[in-house]
């Protein structure tokens, strides 16, 4: 079936440890985003990519990075993760950038220790 | 704020009532969604309403739009257990740049009983 997948489901790093987690679609669709959802909040939108064009929130954290080899893959890479951004990261595609409805991934919960 | 503002942000109710969300926002919207979200899973997309409609149905969902008071509201009828879930509204508004992107609420967390 055509989904959005992404792994880990949970990934442990540790302080200041590099992490990258993935996203992959077979929707073939040409925006994707990703969120930060704490617990018990809002999912929050870090950045979204339309085709290869990136978009970044104005608060979002250098520390966050994204990365759009091709149409189907969106990596995060967290540069140097703190306690704060432990969190469910949300990957989410859409056929297009403009009123359309978005399809999640399960999501990856990140710990950091 | 542009995010949405949910109510009740927790509701419990017996298997076979009704259960009622409601949602506000602040600005000018496209149109506004409704997703589920299971607890420790990815968001599932439950229905659509444009800001030109007023109502929309989709099996037990009621999905209502005022954007003269800025809000909506979701009703799920006769619940389930299965329906124990939280629940976000998401206004999808544009942005200046020309590009659009889903606000979302805080959430309601629905608590259905057997």
Known sequence: DAMVIQNPRYQVTQFGKPVTLSCSQTLNHNVMYWYQQKSSQAPKLLFHYYDKDFNNEADTPDNFQSRRPNTSFCFLDIRSPGLGDAAMYLCATSRDQTQETQYFGPGTRLLVL | ?114
């Open chain 2, 1 to 114: 704020s542009q995010q949405g503002e949910e109510d009740p942000q927790a509701l419990s109710i017996q298997e076979g009532e009704n259960a009622t969300m409601n949602c506000s926002y602040k600005t000018s919207i496209n149109n506004l969604q409704w997703y589920r979200q299971n607890s420790g899973r990815g968001l599932v997309h439950l229905i659509l309403i444009r800001s030109n409609e007023r109502e929309k149905h989709s099996g037990r969902l009621r999905v209502t739009l005022d954007t003269s008071k800025k809000s909506s509201s979701l009703l799920i009828t006769a619940s389930r257990a299965a329906d124990t879930a939280s629940y976000f509204c998401a206004t999808d508004t544009t942005f200046s740049g020309g590009y659009n992107k889903l606000i979302f609420g805080a959430g309601t967390r629905l608590a259905v009983h057997p």
